[in-house]
Protein backbone atom coordinates (compact mmCIF):
# COMPACT_ATOMS: atom_id res chain seq x y z
CA UNK A 1 0.00 0.00 0.00
CA UNK A 2 2.81 2.32 1.21
CA UNK A 3 4.72 1.54 -2.20
CA UNK A 4 1.50 2.38 -4.35
CA UNK A 5 1.25 5.55 -2.86
CA UNK A 6 4.65 6.87 -3.33
CA UNK A 7 4.36 5.77 -7.24
CA UNK A 8 1.06 7.62 -7.61
CA UNK A 9 3.27 10.42 -5.72
CA UNK A 10 6.19 10.30 -7.59
CA UNK A 11 3.76 9.82 -10.78
CA UNK A 12 2.06 13.46 -9.69
CA UNK A 13 5.29 15.18 -9.63
CA UNK A 14 6.73 13.48 -12.73
CA UNK A 15 3.41 14.63 -14.17
CA UNK A 16 3.58 18.32 -12.51
CA UNK A 17 7.15 18.45 -13.87
CA UNK A 18 6.10 17.54 -17.54
CA UNK A 19 3.61 20.50 -17.26
CA UNK A 20 5.68 22.67 -16.10
CA UNK A 21 8.39 21.60 -18.87
CA UNK A 22 5.58 22.05 -21.49
CA UNK A 23 4.52 25.49 -19.93
CA UNK A 24 8.24 26.72 -20.15
CA UNK A 25 9.02 25.16 -23.10
CA UNK A 26 6.02 26.90 -24.92
CA UNK A 27 6.38 29.79 -23.34
CA UNK A 28 10.35 30.50 -23.87
CA UNK A 29 11.29 32.12 -27.12
CA UNK A 30 13.46 29.78 -29.62
CA UNK A 31 16.21 29.62 -30.52
CA UNK A 32 18.14 31.63 -32.97
CA UNK A 33 21.68 31.33 -34.16
CA UNK A 34 24.10 34.31 -33.86
CA UNK A 35 24.35 34.69 -37.70
CA UNK A 36 20.65 35.43 -38.29
CA UNK A 37 20.11 37.52 -35.29
CA UNK A 38 23.11 39.69 -36.80
CA UNK A 39 22.24 39.72 -40.25
CA UNK A 40 19.23 41.93 -41.17
CA UNK A 41 16.20 40.89 -43.37
CA UNK A 42 17.08 41.60 -47.12
CA UNK A 43 15.84 44.16 -49.39
CA UNK A 44 15.95 44.81 -52.60
CA UNK A 45 17.66 48.33 -52.59
CA UNK A 46 17.86 50.21 -55.77
CA UNK A 47 21.50 51.08 -56.72
CA UNK A 48 21.21 55.01 -56.54
CA UNK A 49 23.07 55.88 -60.13
CA UNK A 50 26.13 57.91 -60.02
CA UNK A 51 25.44 61.51 -60.80
CA UNK A 52 26.64 62.72 -64.31
CA UNK A 53 29.15 65.43 -63.98
CA UNK A 54 27.37 68.34 -66.14
CA UNK A 55 29.17 69.45 -69.13
CA UNK A 56 29.94 72.71 -70.52
CA UNK A 57 28.81 73.51 -74.10
CA UNK A 58 32.10 73.99 -75.64
CA UNK A 59 33.05 77.21 -77.38
CA UNK A 60 32.56 77.58 -80.68
CA UNK A 61 34.82 76.94 -82.87
CA UNK A 62 36.84 80.48 -84.04
CA UNK A 63 35.92 81.89 -87.86
CA UNK A 64 38.90 80.31 -89.63
CA UNK A 65 40.53 83.59 -91.20
CA UNK A 66 40.22 83.43 -95.41
CA UNK A 67 43.20 82.08 -97.02
CA UNK A 68 45.80 84.58 -97.85
CA UNK A 69 45.66 85.94 -101.73
CA UNK A 70 47.51 83.48 -104.12
CA UNK A 71 50.33 85.17 -105.48
CA UNK A 72 50.00 83.57 -108.40
CA UNK A 73 49.71 85.11 -111.75
CA UNK A 74 46.25 84.69 -113.21
CA UNK A 75 46.09 82.13 -116.14
CA UNK A 76 46.65 83.88 -119.46
CA UNK A 77 43.47 84.07 -122.14
CA UNK A 78 43.42 81.87 -125.09
CA UNK A 79 45.40 82.80 -127.75
CA UNK A 80 43.60 84.48 -130.60
CA UNK A 81 43.04 83.77 -134.05
CA UNK A 82 44.49 86.63 -135.99
CA UNK A 83 42.26 89.33 -137.50
CA UNK A 84 44.02 89.68 -140.31
CA UNK A 85 45.84 87.44 -142.85
CA UNK A 86 49.36 88.94 -143.71
CA UNK A 87 52.50 87.83 -145.78
CA UNK A 88 55.80 90.23 -145.29
CA UNK A 89 58.98 90.49 -143.69
CA UNK A 90 60.41 93.23 -141.05
CA UNK A 91 63.38 93.44 -138.47
CA UNK A 92 63.75 94.07 -135.08
CA UNK A 93 63.83 97.83 -134.19
CA UNK A 94 63.73 97.05 -130.39
CA UNK A 95 66.69 98.36 -128.55
CA UNK A 96 65.94 96.84 -125.33
CA UNK A 97 69.05 94.67 -124.32
CA UNK A 98 66.71 92.15 -122.53
CA UNK A 99 65.32 91.23 -126.05
CA UNK A 100 62.03 91.34 -127.76
CA UNK A 101 59.19 89.10 -126.14
CA UNK A 102 57.31 87.04 -128.26
CA UNK A 103 53.80 86.70 -126.52
CA UNK A 104 51.28 83.50 -126.41
CA UNK A 105 48.60 86.23 -127.78
CA UNK A 106 48.01 89.80 -129.47
CA UNK A 107 48.43 91.48 -125.87
CA UNK A 108 50.62 92.07 -122.87
CA UNK A 109 48.10 90.20 -120.86
CA UNK A 110 49.43 86.49 -122.38
CA UNK A 111 52.65 85.12 -120.94
CA UNK A 112 56.31 85.65 -122.94
CA UNK A 113 56.54 82.59 -124.51
CA UNK A 114 60.01 83.41 -126.03
CA UNK A 115 62.05 86.58 -126.16
CA UNK A 116 64.10 87.41 -129.55
CA UNK A 117 67.89 89.17 -129.45
CA UNK A 118 68.30 92.39 -130.02
CA UNK A 119 72.08 93.14 -130.30
CA UNK A 120 72.42 91.26 -133.55
CA UNK A 121 70.33 91.96 -136.70
CA UNK A 122 67.15 89.09 -136.77
CA UNK A 123 64.50 89.70 -139.55
CA UNK A 124 61.06 88.06 -138.91
CA UNK A 125 58.13 86.12 -141.32
CA UNK A 126 54.71 88.35 -140.23
CA UNK A 127 51.63 85.94 -141.01
CA UNK A 128 48.78 87.70 -139.46
CA UNK A 129 47.70 90.57 -137.30
CA UNK A 130 45.43 91.49 -134.43
CA UNK A 131 45.27 95.83 -134.20
CA UNK A 132 48.79 96.51 -133.47
CA UNK A 133 50.24 93.34 -132.52
CA UNK A 134 51.59 90.55 -135.43
CA UNK A 135 51.84 87.20 -135.43
CA UNK A 136 55.20 86.07 -136.83
CA UNK A 137 56.08 82.47 -137.32
CA UNK A 138 60.31 82.97 -138.13
CA UNK A 139 62.82 84.92 -136.84
CA UNK A 140 66.10 84.45 -138.23
CA UNK A 141 69.46 86.02 -137.38
CA UNK A 142 72.53 85.65 -139.65
CA UNK A 143 73.27 82.25 -137.71
CA UNK A 144 70.07 80.43 -136.59
CA UNK A 145 66.82 80.52 -136.58
CA UNK A 146 66.02 82.54 -133.16
CA UNK A 147 62.26 81.66 -132.50
CA UNK A 148 61.22 78.40 -131.13
CA UNK A 149 57.59 78.37 -132.26
CA UNK A 150 54.94 80.93 -133.82
CA UNK A 151 53.83 83.75 -131.14
CA UNK A 152 52.68 87.55 -131.47
CA UNK A 153 55.07 90.74 -130.65
CA UNK A 154 54.19 93.80 -130.96
CA UNK A 155 53.91 95.85 -134.30
CA UNK A 156 56.00 99.07 -133.61
CA UNK A 157 58.82 97.19 -132.25
CA UNK A 158 59.49 95.76 -135.93
CA UNK A 159 60.28 98.05 -138.70
CA UNK A 160 61.40 98.46 -142.49
CA UNK A 161 63.45 100.67 -144.76
CA UNK A 162 61.91 101.90 -147.55
CA UNK A 163 62.80 102.06 -151.27
CA UNK A 164 61.20 103.19 -154.51
CA UNK A 165 59.12 101.62 -157.36
CA UNK A 166 61.50 103.89 -159.88
CA UNK A 167 64.73 101.97 -159.93
CA UNK A 168 65.80 104.20 -162.41
CA UNK A 169 65.77 107.57 -160.37
CA UNK A 170 67.84 106.81 -157.32
CA UNK A 171 66.59 110.52 -155.83
CA UNK A 172 62.87 108.80 -156.36
CA UNK A 173 60.52 109.12 -153.14
CA UNK A 174 58.81 106.33 -151.52
CA UNK A 175 55.13 106.91 -151.63
CA UNK A 176 52.77 105.89 -148.72
CA UNK A 177 49.27 105.31 -149.55
CA UNK A 178 45.87 106.03 -147.64
CA UNK A 179 44.30 102.62 -148.28
CA UNK A 180 46.29 99.58 -148.99
CA UNK A 181 45.67 100.04 -152.68
CA UNK A 182 47.78 101.33 -155.33
CA UNK A 183 44.90 103.18 -156.65
CA UNK A 184 44.44 104.94 -153.44
CA UNK A 185 44.87 108.39 -152.51
CA UNK A 186 48.57 109.38 -151.60
CA UNK A 187 48.94 109.95 -147.82
CA UNK A 188 52.72 110.85 -148.35
CA UNK A 189 55.88 110.73 -150.41
CA UNK A 190 59.20 110.15 -148.14
CA UNK A 191 62.98 110.00 -148.89
CA UNK A 192 64.27 106.54 -150.10
CA UNK A 193 66.28 104.28 -147.41
CA UNK A 194 63.95 105.43 -144.70
CA UNK A 195 63.51 103.39 -141.56
CA UNK A 196 59.77 103.16 -141.00
CA UNK A 197 58.30 101.20 -137.63
CA UNK A 198 55.22 99.13 -138.46
CA UNK A 199 51.29 99.64 -137.20
CA UNK A 200 49.49 97.30 -139.21
CA UNK A 201 49.54 94.89 -142.10
CA UNK A 202 47.18 93.25 -144.36
CA UNK A 203 47.93 90.91 -146.98
CA UNK A 204 51.62 92.16 -148.17
CA UNK A 205 50.85 95.71 -147.46
CA UNK A 206 52.47 97.34 -144.13
CA UNK A 207 50.99 100.17 -142.51
CA UNK A 208 53.93 102.09 -141.24
CA UNK A 209 54.60 105.15 -139.34
CA UNK A 210 57.62 107.81 -141.02
CA UNK A 211 58.36 110.93 -139.27
CA UNK A 212 55.08 113.09 -138.98
CA UNK A 213 52.85 111.12 -141.15
CA UNK A 214 51.64 107.70 -141.70
CA UNK A 215 50.47 105.52 -144.35
CA UNK A 216 50.29 101.86 -146.37
CA UNK A 217 53.50 100.47 -148.20
CA UNK A 218 53.42 98.70 -150.72
CA UNK A 219 55.40 95.09 -151.19
CA UNK A 220 57.54 96.85 -153.90
CA UNK A 221 58.39 99.31 -151.99
CA UNK A 222 59.22 97.24 -148.17
CA UNK A 223 62.85 96.20 -147.27
CA UNK A 224 63.07 93.59 -144.48
CA UNK A 225 66.65 93.60 -145.18
CA UNK A 226 68.21 93.96 -141.49
CA UNK A 227 72.05 94.88 -142.43
CA UNK A 228 71.79 96.46 -146.26
CA UNK A 229 69.86 98.15 -148.38
CA UNK A 230 67.19 97.50 -151.23
CA UNK A 231 67.50 98.54 -155.10
Known amino acids: MVWMRWERGLCGSAIASCLWLTVACQSSPEATSSSEATTPPSEDVAETPEPTPETTPSEAAPT ?23 SASAFIVDTDPAGLNVRGGPSSEFAVQDTLPTAAPVEVTIVGATNEWFLINEAWSEEQQELQRPGWVYAPLLGVST ?69
Not at 199 to 228: D, F, R
Open 64 to 86: PAPPAPSNTAATAPAAATPTQSC
Open 163 to 231: TSLDINDPEAPTTLYAEPDGNAAVAAEIPKYSEVTLLGCTGNWLQVEAPETTGWLAAGEQCSNPVSTCP
